[in-house]
């Protein structure tokens, strides 16, 4: 059984930062060839790709809306990968969501569809 928690959410003011993370666990669960996701979901909204990170760490992607304010990395030897958000803005308010995939970086990576795992989602608020 695969478990993803996530952790790190809160009420932050416009402008401000947080750290997400999300641990990952499971015995038939093999973090370093996994690759990791951040999604988030606003209220009446679908839920949307916000980042993700290849298996090695030397691939990243980013939605358009968050390029240059927040960044993904992982540590496999702590089955861990975190979303630093900085400069946050309001539209930024969501639960974020945590997933996992197997297969190769070249197969889409932004839908919800190709993620296997998922976490139970950490609320990030951003006042104005």
């Known amino acids: 059984q695969v478990q993803l928690v996530e952790s790190g959410g809160g009420l932050v003011q416009a402008g401000g930062s947080l750290r997400l993370s999300c641990a990952a666990s499971g015995h038939t669960f093999t973090f370093g060839n996994r690759i990791m996701g951040w999604f988030r979901q606003a209220p009446e909204k679908e839920r949307e790709f916000v980042a993700a990170?290849?298996?090695?760490?030397?691939?990243?992607s980013y939605a358009d809306s968050v390029k240059g304010r927040f960044t993904i990395s992982r540590d496999n030897a702590k089955n861990t990968v975190y979303l630093q958000m900085d400069s946050l803005k309001p539209e930024d308010t969501a639960v974020y969501y945590c997933?996992?995939?197997?297969?190769?970086?070249?197969?889409?990576?932004?839908?919800?569809?190709?993620?296997?795992?998922w976490g139970q989602g950490t609320q990030v608020t951003v006042s104005s």
């Open positions: 997933a996992a995939r197997r297969g190769p970086w070249s197969m889409a990576i932004g839908p919800v569809s190709s993620y296997e795992n």
């Open positions: 990170l290849s298996w090695s760490g030397n691939s990243r």
